[in-house]
């Protein structure tokens, strides 16, 4: 029986039992009123006592329904109340018992529909949460930074990989323990705490000192950058400091870089202050009046050597500032012969092979066939690794030219006697600048085998070297076969 269907019977027992005393009351009454006649005292009696049971029936009936109805209604609830904040507490319970069929237990069930809807929810946004909590541990795990999560109290909460590597220290070393205890005996955590310690601002992103761990050569060269992390403020407040993020980034690069523009800056003030003093010199020299014809004819060419060499140079830099800018290899692409491309080259360099003595082997074929390429390009390509060759081989010595079909290329090289190149610096002597760090090779400005494999790439091609010292270099570039013109 429901809840309501109790409180309605109850109400109406009650109801029916004062009705029937005041109907039988009302009856006496009016039987008295008409002339009663013969009444006994019997009849008294009886009228007694039956107003005396209605009272007490109806006394009873009230004070059980004033005793039992507040139970009936008040108990249900107070067990929802307690199966309710059963649920609400740390235990396991997670429904709340239907034991009866009534509104109560329809709350009840109503409760736990909506108990299953947000335990529901839950698991939903766990399973994300540990989505990304994986996600981000992932990418925590496999940055190739270090990173460092401090709280606020200074304990270290997460050290990756590359944190414990470049610290030196294993995870189960550094997680949970404060970060000023292991600093004690470690001299980078010591330094990355007194960086945080300093002076800085607290609401960006600040850019620490370079550190440089002598374990990790030949990259040891690492930013420390320090981030705040912040919690929100009590009751809507400013934030307050919830620990510091430590990230070292590798910065060694950059730091070559740094080294080898500043090597280039000296290697070209070198190179520009030594035909600026032979042509400061030589015009003294012109100004002289004891100075003859042939000598001044000689001084002259002088001169204009020494300018080649600085158009040259300048030519260099442009070039090379004109890639950084992005504006690419401007050619001028056209079928054409390498005899052509070699006899000019050759030709440029001839009084340097007499200078020094150098025999000069020139190996074409006769049915080498045409590559399409821009003649200026290549030539200026050519002339430098011959001007190489010349510059690294000892008197005497012998350069070979040689030129075969190679698939639907043609390679082109240019074969020295001179020291060698080791394996490892293969590709460094195509970088920008690379000669100035004192790479083999050094003396100029680094920049021609850089701008030369620019050249060569924009025409299809490729440039590379063969060496292994002390048997001497073999430098050669690749030009794609020249198709059959159109009809």
């Not at 429904?95 to 709350?107: C, I, M, N």
């Not at 761990?213 to 400013?238: D, K, N």
């Not at 015009?283 to 014809?293: A, N, Y």
């Amino acid at each position: 029986m429901s809840l309501k269907h109790k409180i309605r019977l109850g109400v109406g027992l009650l109801l029916g039992l004062l009705l029937g005393l005041g109907s039988y009351a009302i009856a006496a009454i009016a039987y008295l009123e008409h002339g009663a006649h013969g009444i006994e005292q019997a009849d008294f009696d009886l009228a007694r006592r039956t107003v005396l049971a209605i009272v007490g029936a109806g006394t009873v009936l009230g004070v059980a329904l004033v005793v039992r109805l507040p139970r009936a209604v008040v108990r249900p609830l107070h067990r929802l109340r307690a199966d309710m904040e059963q649920v609400a507490g740390p235990g396991p319970a997670t429904r709340v018992a239907v034991r009866r069929h009534d509104e109560v237990g329809t709350v009840a069930a109503a409760v736990n529909r909506v108990l299953n809807q947000a335990q529901d929810e839950r698991r939903a946004t766990l399973a994300e949460l540990l989505i990304q909590r994986n996600r981000m541990d992932s990418l925590v795990q496999s940055l190739d930074e270090g990173l460092l999560l401090l709280d606020q109290h200074g304990t270290v909460v997460l050290a990756n990989p590359a944190a414990c590597h470049l610290l030196g220290e294993t995870a189960a070393a550094l997680l949970g323990r404060p970060a000023a205890a292991v600093a004690r005996t470690n001299e980078l955590l010591a330094a990355l705490l007194a960086a945080v310690a300093a002076p800085h601002p607290s609401d960006a992103v600040v850019q620490g000192p370079v550190f440089t761990i002598a374990h990790q050569a030949p990259e040891p060269h690492y930013r420390l950058t320090i981030g705040h992390v912040a919690a929100p403020g009590p009751e809507g407040g400013p934030p307050a400091p919830a620990g510091h993020v430590l990230c070292l980034r590798n910065v060694s690069d950059f730091k070559k870089l740094d080294q080898l523009k500043s090597d280039f800056l000296a290697t070209v003030s070198h190179e520009l202050k030594t035909p600026l003093a032979s042509i400061n010199l030589s015009l003294f020299l012109l100004q002289d009046e004891r100075t003859g014809p042939a000598e001044r004819q000689r001084i002259a060419a002088g001169i204009r050597d020494e300018t080649q060499r600085l158009l040259n140079m300048v030519g260099q830099l442009i070039d090379v500032s004109r890639l950084d800018a992005g504006a690419g290899v401007r050619l001028n692409v056209q079928p054409l012969a390498l005899a052509d491309v070699v006899a000019y080259a050759t030709g440029i360099v001839r009084p340097q092979l007499e200078d020094k003595q150098l025999r000069l082997e020139i190996l074409l074929p006769a049915d080498l066939p045409a590559v399409r390429g821009d003649v200026e390009k290549t030539s200026w390509v050519l002339t430098n690794l011959l001007a190489n060759a010349v510059r690294y081989s000892p008197p005497g010595a012998l350069l070979v030219i040689r030129a075969v079909p190679w698939g639907e290329m043609v390679r082109l090289s240019v074969e020295d006697q001179g020291p060698g190149i080791a394996r490892e610096h293969h590709k460094r002597i195509f970088q920008r600048f690379a000669s100035a760090a004192g790479a083999p090779g050094s003396g100029g400005s680094g920049l021609g085998l850089s701008i030369s494999r620019e050249f060569i790439a924009a025409q299809g091609g490729q440039l590379w070297v063969e060496s292994q010292p002390p048997a001497g270099s073999c430098f050669a570039f690749t030009l794609p076969v020249a198709g059959p013109a159109p009809a």
